[in-house]
Structures are given as C-alpha cells and as structure tokens.
T-cell receptor, first 109, second 117 residues
C-alpha cells in the first residue's frame, strides 16, 4: 500500500528556534495533511493542502504541497513549549488517510 | 466546527470482558468513520472503515469478529472489542469525515485508552 516517509523521527530544540519536517512518498497525492497529537489525545488537524505548489500558513506554522505532488514540508517558526508533541503527515483519498510515522518534537524552555 | 466526541476516554477491565467505544460527530454528519489503533510511540494503524448503513471494511489482519463495528446513524459509530484480552490493550482512536464523499480531512476523537488486566 501507500507509504509515507516522514523525517526526522525526532527533534530536540531550544525555545525560539525554527523547526522543519518533511514527508515524502513514491506515489502522487491530491491532498497533504498535517496533524499534531498531544499525549493521550487524538490528532488535531493543523493544515490541509489541496494543490501542488500550495503554501499555507496557520499562525506560526507553514506547510507546502510539493510541486511533484510526492512531498510536503511543515515549518514551525519561533517554537514555544506548547509545540511539544508528535506531528504526523497524512494523505487523503476518498476520505481514507495514510499516516507517516510521525516526528516527535521536544522544546526545551 | 467538525467536533468528534469519543467515549469513554479510559477503560480498565478484566480479561474476557467486552468493551464498547462510541464515536460521535457532534456538529456534522459523517457517512464514513474510521477506527484506528495506536501503540506507544507509533503511528496510527487503521483497523476498519465504518460505513453508515452498511458493513464495515476491515484492514488486513484485523479480525472482524473480534472488533465489531456498528454505524447505525450518520453521527454515531461504535467499536466493540469482544472478549478482550491483555494483548488488546491499546489506544483506540476514531475519526470522521464530513459529507458523503470527499477529500476533506478526517477529524479525530480524543481516543480511548483500553487496559485489560
């Protein structure tokens, strides 16, 4: 089946630093999604991308849908302690999603 | 908008008990809901797709007689873990997609932590 390769697996950064993570696939997708999951909770949608080349921001978060439609990245600027969590990329096809393995972000105050 | 409520949030019970988990879309109708299982430090693993008014579609390796899914209305899907054993202990998460067919993102419940003693 479809597989999403998400990297890095984990990141340890200082508060105030910028963060970048990405997701790649061997398949072409029509939708890229980025979720954040806090411990013990369900994932929360951060950004949804629907067009190749699309660049979308949500506060300090920015995500882009790659031109080849096989990749996407998520940037977080000026990180804060509450950014801690697991970030997942996902695709969506007829409502069904495949998820990356996640990037665990730790932010040191 | 697009709120999904999952209940209960935590269950601790003895081996052999059957456990029912509810997933409700509170402010939208969802023809399709999904059930996931997540082990510590791992990604979400899709168990089954719940379709309103029809049988659920199970992923390979997921026992349909073990994990019973009922999607009787456009706002409610239930997952019953029958005769649960310690190896069924996990974090179960549901999600729902607004509308009938779309590439709209899934919206997730807060999960159910199931612990079988």
């Amino acid at each position: 089946g479809q597989q999403l390769n998400q990297s890095p697996q984990s990141m340890f950064i200082q508060e105030g630093e910028d963060v970048s993570m990405n997701c790649t696939s061997s398949s072409i997708f029509n939708t890229w999604l980025w979720y954040k999951q806090d411990p013990g909770e369900g994932p929360v949608l951060l950004i949804a991308l629907y067009k190749a080349g699309e660049l979308t921001s949500n506060g300090r978060l920015t995500a882009q849908f790659g031109i080849t439609r096989k990749d996407s990245f998520l940037n977080i600027s000026a990180s804060i302690p509450s950014d801690v969590g697991i970030y997942f990329c996902a695709n969506s096809n007829a409502g069904k999603s495949t998820f990356g393995d996640g990037t665990t972000l730790t932010v040191k105050p | 908008g697009a709120v999904v409520s999952q209940h209960p949030s935590r269950v601790i019970c003895k081996s052999g008990t059957s456990v029912k988990i509810e997933c409700r879309s509170l402010d939208f109708q969802a023809t399709t809901m999904f059930w996931y299982r997540q082990f510590p430090k791992q990604s979400l693993m899709l168990m089954a797709t719940s379709n309103e008014g029809s049988k659920a579609t199970y992923e390979q390796g997921v026992e349909k007689d073990k994990f019973l899914i009922n999607h009787a209305s456009l706002t409610l899907s239930t997952l019953t873990v029958t005769s649960a054993h310690p190896e069924d202990s996990s974090f179960y998460i549901c999600s729902a997609v607004p509308g009938r067919y779309s590439n709209q993102p899934q919206h997730f419940g807060d999960g159910t932590r199931l612990s079988i003693l």
